[in-house]
């Protein structure tokens, strides 16, 4: 786990870039060590210390490592094979690389460390892109072929690591995080309107490969990009991998439990590989339950830690749930209660640290959490991350299951389903009914229906007139469901737009802190079972979430976590926080940078915002996605024009 920039400069393009300054950016995300190589067609130069090659330089590489596998010297990056050849700057873990290695070795490689990156390095060096194939892990990585002067950029299948980039002038500039970018200087730091609007509206702005910076891209999941050294710039990534969704009937429920079950333990094996301690994140839910279990199953002697944030508002404490676990995995049980004033002391860090606006106070948790691990010393976290996504455990995910029994029209099945799916926690008679038409009508006729329900797709806090000048239109930015397995659909639509955010909120807050977080639901073995299997297995006939997991899990996980109906998740009181919060919140919104944001009314923000105050008005996250703005446009110096 590391920190990775580089250049790709245009021949005869002036140059001085502020290499201290960036690797200094980046020592959160590798305190341990750094180092850099600059390549010319006379030779490279590699070292640790920047100090100018002299020439000009056509590639740089920067790197600073967070040692986990491998802590010697011969880990260090950037790393080049023996020939000279290749060189690699490498953020993230290849969990199978003792396998691979083992490949490799057969075929005549000799190693000179026990790291991962040089098994990743000689994989490419023999098998070219179709070594990413062949990988297990989370990876976004650089790698120069001198031969060929080409350098080739990957990001792991689900978007776990980060992978930004950036036209400078005519050079490419590529980095792990936003703000390593803009310490380059030339890189336009103008706003991505369409992506803003979908970022104030849903939340959203991690998806595909545009951010909300126009001229930032970030290389979308399962893609690579390989850019010539004597071609033209063009931006053309190309998709190695892509999760499949074709059904198999060849499995009992009980089957697939057990098959799911020896999957997710093989992983968690894998993600248990490591040369310094490892802790996990606890909710209390199914999934983070389950990884604490496997955990202690897997490794008996295991000195396990959990790290679990405790919510102060009852119906959000899963505080009998977390001590459940802990004492059956026999382990020590961190505990944090964060709270309003430190989320307002924290504000400023934690919005810088994220890069980009996050969609509601739940990070916080999180970003707590992961303070709390480094303070205990522990340096790699295992947590449950993907998990709902795949596995269909947020409620809405019910909606979907019953819009796919009513397609297949399986009458008496969908009246069955939604008896029994509308007395779930969490759900009722008309949420389950309009959730449902969500995934049944055309895009087009879910307008007016949503804005009925109070769910317009342009609240008037927006500033629709500078949006329409930019080019932007409200719409539900989505296809409708086609196929007749909608929850499948769903499935796959939730791993594309909805993770991508979460895993981004998890790399930076745990990268705050120089803390490897690992996500072992997220394999492409794994997510591919899962998404053949039939959909009851996945919600059951009585609207039972992770229905099939739960059975796996059983004898591993005690039962009333696989009991449990309720669903809460890092939730925290967020009405009330921002309640209590009010005088910093009408600071944040007196500030001048506040009035010169165009995107949204700030009038209309302010009085919605008292309404909910006062009860007045439903809750909703705008107040909060608007400070996030307000912070990030200060904080980078957004530009609107």
């Not at 409708?480 to 807050?509: F, I, M, Q, T």
Request: glycine content about 6%; proline content about 5%; overall charge neutral.
């Amino acid at each position: 786990m590391c920190g990775i920039a580089g250049f790709v400069f245009r021949k005869g393009e002036s140059h001085q870039p502020p290499v201290p300054a960036i690797l200094n950016q980046l020592r959160h995300r590798g305190p341990d060590d750094h180092g850099y190589v600059a390549y010319s067609e006379r030779s490279p130069k590699i070292g640790r210390d920047w100090t100018d090659p002299g020439g000009d330089p056509e590639v740089i590489f920067l790197h600073r490592r967070l040692s986990i596998l491998d802590l010697s010297d011969a880990g260090s990056q950037p790393m080049g094979t023996r020939d000279g050849r290749y060189f690699i700057t490498f953020n993230g873990e290849i969990y199978n690389y003792v396998e691979l290695r083992e490949e490799l070795e057969q075929r005549g490689y000799e190693f000179e460390s026990r790291s991962d990156t040089e098994v990743l390095l000689a994989a490419y060096a023999v098998w070219g892109n179709e070594a990413l194939r062949k990988l297990v892990g989370m990876f976004a990585f650089a790698i120069l072929d001198t031969v060929r002067r080409t350098v080739f950029l990957a990001r792991d299948f689900f978007g776990i690591k980060p992978l930004y980039y950036a036209l400078a002038g005519s050079s490419v500039v590529f980095a792990s995080e936003l703000k390593t970018l803009l310490e380059f200087g030339a890189v336009s730091r103008q706003v991505n309107a369409n992506r803003l609007f979908s970022y104030l509206r849903r939340g959203l702005c991690d998806f595909g490969a545009e951010t909300l910076l126009a001229d930032v891209l970030q290389l979308p999941p399962a893609h690579y990009l390989e850019i010539g050294l004597d071609r033209d710039w063009e931006s053309r990534p190309v998709c190695y991998w892509e999760p499949t969704a074709q059904c198999r009937d060849d499995l009992s429920f009980d089957q697939a439990a057990e098959q799911l079950r020896t999957l997710f333990l093989k992983s968690v094996a894998f993600h248990l590989r490591s040369d310094v301690p490892v802790g996990s994140a606890l909710s209390g839910g199914i999934d983070s339950s389950s990884v604490v279990m496997a955990m202690r199953y897997l490794k008996p002697d295991i000195d396990l830690h959990t790290f679990s944030y405790i919510a102060d508002e009852k119906e959000l404490d899963e505080e009998k749930w977390v001590d459940i676990i802990g004492q059956a995995a026999h382990a020590q049980v961190h505990k944090v209660r964060p709270t309003v004033a430190e989320l307002v002391a924290d504000f400023d860090q934690l919005n810088y640290m994220q890069d980009f606006p996050s969609a509601s106070t739940s990070l916080y948790a999180q970003y707590s959490v992961f303070r709390t691990a480094q303070q205990a010393g522990i340096k790699v976290m295992l947590d449950g991350q993907g998990a709902d996504e795949m596995l269909g455990g947020y409620t809405y995910f019910r909606g979907a299951r019953l819009a796919s029994l009513v397609r297949q029209k399986r009458w008496h099945e969908a009246a069955d389903f939604f008896s029994s799916a509308c007395r779930w926690p969490g759900s009722s008679i008309s949420a389950l009914l309009q959730n449902t038409a969500d995934h049944l009508l055309p895009a087009l006729a879910q307008a007016p229906l949503r804005k009925l329900v109070g769910k317009d797709l342009a609240p008037s806090w927006l500033n629709l007139r500078w949006f329409h000048k930019k080019g932007v239109t409200p719409h539900l930015n989505r296809q409708g469901y086609h196929s007749s397995h909608v929850l499948r659909e769903k499935l796959l639509r939730e791993l594309a737009e909805h993770l991508p955010s979460l895993l981004r909120y998890e790399d930076r807050n745990s990268m705050a802190f120089s803390i490897e977080s690992r996500v072992p639901f997220l394999t492409p073995e794994l997510v591919n079972f899962v998404l053949s299997l039939e959909e009851p297995y996945i919600i059951a006939r009585d609207g039972t979430s992770k229905a099939v997991f739960r059975r796996a899990m059983r004898g591993i996980v005690p039962d009333p976590i696989l009991d449990r109906r309720d669903k809460i998740g890092f939730a925290t009181p967020e009405r009330t926080w921002l309640s209590a919060a009010s005088l910093w919140i009408q600071d944040q919104f007196d500030a001048d940078v506040a009035a010169e944001i165009p995107a949204f009314h700030l009038d209309v923000v302010r009085r919605d915002w008292q309404e909910m105050r006062r009860g007045h008005r439903a809750f909703s996250f705008a107040v909060w996605r608007c400070l996030n703005v307000i912070a990030w446009t200060k904080r980078f110096q957004i530009q609107y024009s």
